[in-house]
DNA sequence: TCAAGGTAAATTGTCGACAGACGACAATCG
DNA sequence: CGATTGTCGTCTGTCGACAATTTACCTTGA
């Protein structure tokens, strides 16, 4: 069997009906259909899809769990609201695991295979950086840093990066302007890039330290003005 | 109306069954009546119960967000493995987390309230140390770090130290010796206690990281010998 | 004896239905 | 006119049932 060498077949899951949902959901919060407070009641979800409650509510409980929906009880699931107190708080969780992701990625010398990778991320961020759609940079810039935390080998600090990253989703669909000049961003990133390079710990940490805590800076103020306006 | 000054009713929720099937379960897999890699079919959970399926699958979905069980597609809930890499990890990311934390409530100043708090945790611990059940130690030990956590203001942190916490005491379910002197652990408190009080951050920053990276090793090694055997 | 195949039992995924809870609006009373 | 109470529609929490899938057991044949 050629199978065990390479499988010509993905093994189609038929389980799907719920992720299928909840990915369906977790696109329309992140489009911005669903804006945050929206309601989203799973009779109507069920409704407007042709299928029964049950696995609308598996999906809900789904994106609960991932951050993106709030439910109440009897009331059923929100689209999760986020101020920038709440966003502050995520930036320094975020802070915490890269940092330390970065500096475990040199630590156990996993940097060769990673390198390269990088560098065609950055590639695709400056070009993405030409394009309106500013969740499409968001995306991709997201992508570079979920790389560093994949490499770093801690399952765990995946997992936490993923979370925070689908919430930093969300709230980027609230931002309609770019920040920086374009492709000032992918720039920055060579700088990590070189630390992560130098094969020196505290140095790959002081990079990303530097680079998540300006990224803090200017999310969480312009969600501030945001809100008082 | 004296209603408007004082209420005189709590508010008394009624969401309930799914939410207590998952207290129960969670019981259950804490206390060791189910073991890692045990499944947990949520049709015989059911029958036993009286309930439907309905809300047993409901807690399933909670605890496997929670951490404590894992679910195939088809095949339903088996309580979650652990090996001492996950265990690893999960300390790891554990050590992020409380690190910064510490850090914080010196940073934010939160200190004065919390002290005779944490004196008072550490008085049940030394009292706890007593007893046999070493899931009792673990819990008090858990509660002593999560009032710090939660001293800290960020609301992330102590979302992630909680899914962390249960997975903790489920390892624990599986230990049956306690490691050290009886309240050695305890009186080794005093010294987060007294680095939180000293008012300087990197001092709080280390003492914790240098508690934390103790239990790490030491739980870990445990843990691989048991593997091995 | 053991591997392969087939059938039956058990379990999950999904569905439609019903009772209770909640929110909005109308009705009532001061 | 304002506040409280009653009513109604909608939605969630839960249930029992059915179809699809997996698992366990048993048969069969070499």
Redesign the pocket.
Same mark, same amino acid.
């Given at each position: 069997m050629n199978r065990s060498t390479k499988p010509l077949f993905q093994p189609l899951t &038929?389980? #799907?009906? +719920?992720q299928q949902i909840a990915r369906m959901l977790t696109d329309a919060i992140v489009s911005g259909q669903l804006r945050p407070g929206d &309601? /989203? #009641?799973?009779? /109507?979800i069920a409704r407007d899809l042709? /299928? +029964? &409650? #049950?696995?609308v =509510?598996?999906a809900g409980r789904l994106l609960e769990s991932a951050g993106l929906l709030v +439910?109440h #009880?009897? =009331?059923?699931?929100f689209v999760r609201t986020m101020d920038s107190e709440d966003l502050d708080s995520l930036y320094e969780l975020r802070l915490c695991i890269e940092r330390e992701a970065a500096a475990r990625v040199v630590r156990e010398a996993r940097v060769d295979g990673i390198i390269d990778k990088l560098r065609h991320q950055i590639d695709d961020m400056v070009e993405s950086s030409k394009d309106e759609q500013l969740i499409f940079q968001i995306g991709v810039d997201l992508q570079f840093h979920r790389l560093i935390v994949e490499s770093s080998g801690n399952a765990r600090f995946l997992g936490v990066f993923d979370k925070l990253a689908s919430e930093i989703q969300v709230c980027t669909a609230l931002i309609e302007r770019v920040f920086d000049e374009p492709g000032l961003v992918a720039r920055n990133h060579y700088l990590i890039i070189d630390a992560l390079a130098s094969g020196d710990e505290d140095e790959a940490r002081a990079a990303m330290d530097y680079h998540i805590s300006v990224a803090r800076e200017t999310v969480v103020s312009h969600f501030r003005t945001l809100e008082t306006a």
């Open positions: &038929r389980d #799907a009906l +719920s &309601r /989203v #009641a799973e009779s /109507v042709g /299928v +029964s &409650r #049950a696995p =509510r598996e +439910s #009880a009897n =009331r059923g699931f």
